[in-house]
């Protein structure tokens, strides 16, 4: 069982090239007082606790509605889960030109156009469509916060109940958009914010993002004034730190840094294509950390996920995965389907926009290529053992179906969402 304490405060202490703490402080300060000008932050009052029970009541019977469909079509040996959340790249266009970068099909996002994206109404009728059938709704691009109309998306979906509210940015523009007032109700209306640091040697980090090294020194500015601002509004931060081979100490100096400042630390280990980096896995150093993040998560340190996701996450460790319950929605509003990854199957692309609920696009789509028992290696099979969380996930999610009492379904999803 996880730690029933509070953990040990863990001692971080600046390596050469990491930022002088004096410096990156006083930059997360100065950003904190500009955006308290700005920022609608919790009042506290009756209605606001009202209004959030509402909210997350709404989203958990959208949630036990939907496990029900599931319940009886696996059983049924239909595998068209509906899924607790959808992953949408609002857009490709991204500031960073990270050398890990991937779309899952081999290309980076930096190079992908954005013909046909979608403008801000149908931006707003997408997500009207997959609230119908799931609670979660996952922002992610190429940089959403490249997006214009990002905060009016954000605003919209927390009007439609979704939860949890999730972006993924790099956090590269939060000195911009926390003192700009169309933002002032942009931490308001999130649940997650994940924000990538790979490294905390500002040179190392320059190099692994593509840029100026002044830029990646502001980023863990932001980070630690999103930290700041959590006294005020509440939300789940945490950091996503990609483990390649050259970076495995950089990533235990980030654990140290998100446990010592009680940020969430999200470990993923670089992928070869699909699969985890055998290069990383046989490493020594590597293990060691791996045996590191999951003494910090035994000892209740915030690692996301469970101790056996983690732990089957960082030792690649083989599962089946059910592609429905992880969705990907591209920029076009076309669910991706039944996986976005290249594999043996050409995925076919099903609009969205064209159907009354995501559920209705899912039988459209299950009727072009059938998703049940899509993993594996054999005939009509996809051919991959994919390794992201992702994956993970949905792994945990049909044990959950399998098992519904006593199988760890709801505190997995619970703990990713925040709740617990």
Request: charged share 25%; glycine share 6%; hydrophobic share 35%.
């Amino acid at each position: 069982m996880p730690a029933l304490t509070k953990p040990q405060p863990v001692a971080y202490k600046p390596l050469p090239g990491h930022p002088r703490p004096a410096d990156v402080n006083a930059r997360a300060d100065e950003l904190v007082k500009a955006a308290l000008d700005v920022i609608e932050t919790d009042s506290h009052s009756l209605q606001e606790k009202i209004d959030d029970a509402k909210r997350v009541a709404g989203a958990l019977t959208t949630a036990v509605e939907s496990f029900r469909t599931n319940y009886k079509r696996f059983h049924d040996n239909d595998h068209t889960l509906l899924p607790p959340y959808v992953i949408w790249t609002m857009h490709n266009t991204c500031n960073f030109r990270c050398t890990y970068c991937d779309n899952h099909r081999g290309e980076k996002y930096f190079d992908l156009k954005n013909e046909g994206k979608l403008d801000t109404e149908q931006g707003k009728k997408l997500l009207g469509i997959i609230r119908e059938n799931t609670t979660g709704i996952y922002f992610c691009g190429g940089e959403p916060t490249l997006r214009q109309d990002l905060p009016e998306l954000a605003a919209h979906a927390r009007k439609l109940d979704f939860f949890p509210l999730m972006i993924n940015t790099n956090g590269s523009r939060f000195h911009k958009m926390l003192p700009d007032p169309r933002y002032a109700s942009f931490l308001k209306n999130m649940d997650i914010i994940i924000v990538s640091l790979d490294a905390l040697n500002i040179e190392r980090l320059s190099k692994v993002w593509g840029m100026p090294e002044d830029l990646c020194e502001q980023v863990v500015a932001n980070i630690l004034a999103l930290r700041r601002l959590q006294k005020r509004v509440r939300f789940k931060l945490m950091v996503n730190t990609v483990i390649t081979p050259e970076t495995i100490g950089e990533a235990d100096a980030v654990l140290d840094w998100a446990n010592h400042h009680d940020i969430w630390y999200s470990p993923v280990p670089m992928n070869c294509g699909p699969r985890v980096n055998n290069v990383l896995l046989e490493n020594d150093d590597y293990q060691k950390l791996v045996r590191k993040i999951m003494k910090r998560k035994e000892q209740g340190h915030k690692i996301l996920g469970s101790r056996r996701l983690v732990s089957d996450l960082l030792n690649g460790k083989p599962i089946k995965c059910y592609p429905s319950l992880k969705p990907h929605i591209d920029i076009d509003g076309s669910l991706i389907w039944p996986c976005k990854v290249g594999s043996n199957l050409d995925p076919v692309k099903i609009n969205v926009l064209e159907y009354g609920s995501l559920d209705a696009a899912y039988l459209a789509a299950a009727a072009r290529i059938n998703p049940t028992d899509i993993h594996g290696h054999g005939p009509g099979q996809c051919g991959s053992d994919c390794n992201w969380m992702q994956n993970y996930t949905t792994d945990a999610y049909v044990r959950g179906l399998k098992k519904p009492v006593g199988g760890g379904l709801a505190k997995e999803l619970f703990e990713f969402a925040g709740v617990v």
